[in-house]
């Protein structure tokens, strides 16, 4: 078996406010989106839409977030689980202090911005749906 590629799709309870979260704070582009209809998809939001899907992306990094009620449903086994996660999502940036400074001064909840004994500059951050995003750039 060879893994080509690693997508995390999230569990969340809103689409839009999700997707305007992650473009407005980590710079994601919407890549496409499936309203609740399920007959199409969408490059954009539609306003007189809701979605149950929807496909961001940011360089490498390719996140796909699916509304709750869609989620459980094709993942039968996460019925009784609550959204959130205790794992996180590590990314290598470039310029982690700007987005640091960025992420503080909005009030973000996130750890403080530290240099690891493995040589990474860190931090993590709670996204709205409460999972952890990790951001690391090599100290130099």
Do not use: C
Not at 46 to 56: E, F, P, R
Not at 71 to 94: H, L, R
């Amino acid at each position: 078996m060879k893994i080509s590629k690693l997508s995390p799709n999230f569990e969340v309870n809103d689409i839009k406010a999700t997707v305007a979260f992650y473009a407005e704070h980590f710079g994601f582009k919407l890549v496409m989106a499936v309203p609740e209809s399920q007959d199409g998809i969408d490059a954009a939001f539609d306003d007189h839409k809701t979605y149950v899907y929807a496909m961001m992306q940011n360089g490498a990094v390719e996140f796909m977030f699916q509304r709750s009620d869609t989620f459980k449903q094709d993942i039968v086994f996460t019925k009784d689980q609550p959204i959130g996660a205790t794992v996180s999502f590590y990314m290598d940036v470039e310029g982690i202090k700007p987005l640091y400074d960025t992420l503080k001064a909005k009030q973000l909840p996130l750890t403080e911005l530290k240099t690891t004994w493995y040589g990474m500059q860190e931090f993590y951050v709670k996204d709205l749906n409460g999972y952890v995003l990790g951001f690391a750039e090599k100290a130099e």
